[in-house]
């Protein structure tokens, strides 16, 4: 099995930065595909970052240039760095990735950016 916490979630004022963190269980995170989601309520929860293996990363255009992805294997932990934060990126973020068995979710931490 895999566990997933986050952290580093909170109130931000736009233009300001956080950075969150997601830290996994198990000897084989160095293997997973990492994603971050987001999901506000009453919308569908939206792909927002991915973190291969190899380290290879994807966005949702919405945070090109702002957000970066990155991991550390020794420590079993993916973050998720946030610049020039905007109002709209308030949401419950969550980390997850995918076994060949089932799929793995965080308890989410919440972003809050304020105008």
């Known amino acids: 099995q895999v566990r997933l916490v986050e952290s580093g979630g909170g109130l931000v004022q736009a233009g300001g930065s956080l950075r969150l963190s997601c830290a996994a269980s198990g000897d084989i995170f160095r293997l997973l595909t990492m994603k971050w989601y987001r999901q506000t309520p009453g919308k569908q929860r939206e792909l927002v970052a991915t973190?291969?293996?190899?380290?290879?990363?994807d966005y949702v255009n919405s945070v090109k240039g702002r957000f970066t992805i990155s991991r550390d294997n020794t420590n079993n932990t993916v973050y998720l760095q946030m610049n020039s934060l905007k109002p709209e990126d308030t949401a419950v973020y969550y980390c997850?990735?995918?076994?060949?068995?089932?799929?793995?979710w965080g308890q989410g931490t919440q972003v809050t950016v304020s105008s």
């Open positions: 997850n990735t995918r076994s060949p068995f089932t799929e793995y």
């Open positions: 973190i291969t293996s190899g380290s290879n990363t």
